[in-house]
């Protein structure tokens, strides 16, 4: 199970990637590979990523 505090930054993490990615058209997955390796493995990021870009 993911802890609070994880989820909570992945949340932050999606919600500043989404304003950029509104203001000036791409950069989503940019920032958030920016961020989610420092909590989950580099695949796993890039998984989750690719799940969310589809969304």
């Not at 203001?23 to 958030?32: D, K, L, N, Q, Y």
Request: aromatic share 14%; no cysteine.
């Amino acid at each position: 199970m993911v802890e609070l505090n994880i989820l909570l930054i992945i949340f932050a993490t999606v919600l500043v990637a989404a304003v950029v990615h509104g203001i000036s058209g791409f950069a989503f997955g940019i920032i958030m590979l920016m961020v989610l390796p420092y909590f989950f493995s580099y695949s796993q990021a890039l998984a989750m990523v690719s799940f969310m870009t589809v969304l």
